[in-house]
């Protein structure tokens, strides 16, 4: 695809999004929701993420070496490829394309497709479920809500979430079968 084909494509993509997305938005209009978001979102920067894959071995023993340094590697390749799809598609933040979109938090960088909080919250949240299903209980909410901040908060468009998701979902479910 040309580059003008794709960025016109993008440019309708958002389009036919934009009423989805501005109706999520306004939940960050109230204080108490958009608090929580703020802090989901917040642990999905990566932080929360180390340390979960450092405190496994700690927790489980020997046996979660394995699946820690699996975690590692595909949390890297979750990086490397959401930042090549981010390079490649350049699809501007809905905050910075349509005027109406609130942004309640700062970004960490410029480009929108697709959502690399909510790639490696899913990645993470299924190998960490798989080996140990009783995390699933704090993991599977956390998840939830990391990825609907990132609509809620101006940052994504819904398919930047729902593509992260599924990326998160295939590398979370090759380290299950590596690890």
């Given at each position: 695809?040309?580059a003008?084909?794709?960025?016109?494509?993008i440019?309708?993509?958002?389009?036919?999004?934009y009423?989805?997305?501005?109706?999520?938005?306004r939940?960050?209009?109230f204080?108490?929701?958009?608090?929580?978001?703020?802090?989901a979102?917040?642990?999905g920067?990566?932080?929360?993420?180390?340390a979960?894959?450092?405190?496994?071995?700690?927790?489980?023993?020997?046996?979660?070496l394995?699946?820690a340094v699996?975690?590692?590697?595909?949390?890297?390749?979750?990086?490397?490829?959401?930042?090549l799809?981010?390079?490649?598609?350049?699809?501007?933040r809905?905050?910075?394309?349509?005027?109406?979109?609130?942004?309640?938090m700062?970004?960490?960088?410029?480009?929108s497709?697709p959502?690399?909080h909510?790639?490696h919250?899913v990645?993470?949240?299924?190998?960490?479920?798989a080996?140990?299903p009783?995390l699933?209980?704090?993991?599977?909410?956390?998840?939830?809500?990391?990825?609907?901040?990132?609509?809620v908060?101006?940052l994504h468009?819904?398919?930047?979430?729902?593509?992260?998701?599924?990326?998160?979902?295939?590398?979370?479910?090759?380290?299950?079968?590596?690890?």
């Open positions: 695809m040309k003008t084909a794709l960025s016109e494509w440019a309708r993509a958002d389009a036919a999004e009423a989805l997305c501005r109706r999520l938005n939940g960050a209009a204080a108490v929701p958009r608090r929580i978001f703020q802090i979102s917040r642990l920067d990566g932080i929360l993420w180390y979960v894959i450092a405190v496994l071995p700690l927790l489980y023993g020997r046996a979660a394995r699946p699996v975690m590692a590697l595909t949390g890297l390749a979750g990086l490397l490829l959401y930042k799809l981010k390079r490649t598609l350049v699809r501007e809905p905050f910075m394309t349509h005027a109406s979109i609130d942004r309640a700062a970004p960490l960088d410029r480009y497709f959502s690399g909510t790639l919250a990645c993470f949240t299924v190998q960490v479920t080996h140990y009783a699933g209980w704090v993991l599977i909410p956390l998840t939830l809500l990391i990825a609907g901040s990132r609509t908060l101006g468009y819904p398919t930047d979430v729902l593509a992260g998701a599924l990326l998160g979902l295939a590398l979370g479910l090759l380290g299950v079968s590596l690890a």
